[in-house]
Structures are given as C-alpha cells and as structure tokens.
Nanobody, 126 residues
Framework: QVQLAESGGGSVQAGGSLRLSCAASVYSTRNHNMAWFRQAPGKEREGVAIIYRRSGRIYYVASVKGRFTISQDKAVNTLYLEMNNLKPEDTAMYYC???????????????????WGQGTQVTVSS
C-alpha cells in the first residue's frame, strides 16, 4: 500500500509562487511513476505533470509549461511541484498520485493512477 500526503498549498495573489510537497511511503518514489493532478470546482480532475520512474522523463499539461516544475528527492521519498507565475485559473485542489505502470498516452487521466493523496488547496486571487 502506497501512502501519499500533500502539503504546501495556500492562498496567493496572481504572479505569486508556491511549492507543493508530497511525502510518500518508503520507496514509493523509486518504484512508482509520480504525478500531480488538480481539480477545480465543477471541473474534472486533470493531470498537471508526471515524472516517470525509469526514464526520468517529465511531461506537463500545456497550460502550466514554463511555469510549473515537477521534481523528486528519492532519498526522502518526496515529490515536489514548484509553481511560479500563478494565475487565478490555477486555483484547485492539488493531488499527488502514484502508480507502477502509467501509459504515456494516458498519463493525464486519473484512471491511470492507483494511489492518491488527500489533496492540498491552492487559491490564486487576481
């Protein structure tokens, strides 16, 4: 069983920055592909970024490219999401997700992931 716990959310003004963290149970970041998702009120959950465990390849949804950076520290089993130049449309609950096998074609779909954290709220005001 993989346990994930997000932190670092908060309220910021547009143009501000936040750094989210996801603490994973032992060896999870080594054995699983790790991703960030978000869900705004009334909208479907969407993939934000993923880092593949074997290749180290990283992919982002188009709307965050150049502003968000996903990274991980395997020594402490923690996944990060550095978010810069935040916009009001980034307001959402952000979730950490993990799965040992994630198809490249569907990484952005919630159904591709087995394990989820409880989420951390990010609110960006204009």
């Amino acid at each position: 069983q993989v346990q994930l716990a997000e932190s670092g959310g908060g309220s910021v003004q547009a143009g501000g920055s936040l750094r989210l963290s996801c603490a994973a149970s032992v060896y999870s970041t080594r054995n699983h592909n790790m991703a960030w998702f978000r869900q705004a009120p009334g909208k479907e959950r969407e993939g934000v970024a993923i880092i593949y465990r074997r290749s180290g390849r990283i992919y982002y949804v188009a709307s965050v490219k150049g502003r968000f950076t996903i990274s991980q520290d395997k020594a402490v089993n923690t996944l990060y999401l550095e978010m810069n130049n935040l916009k009001p449309e980034d307001t959402a609950m952000y979730y950490c997700a993990a799965d040992p096998a994630v198809p490249l074609e569907t990484w952005f779909r919630p159904s591709s992931f087995t394990y989820w954290g409880q989420g951390t709220q990010v609110t960006v005001s204009s």
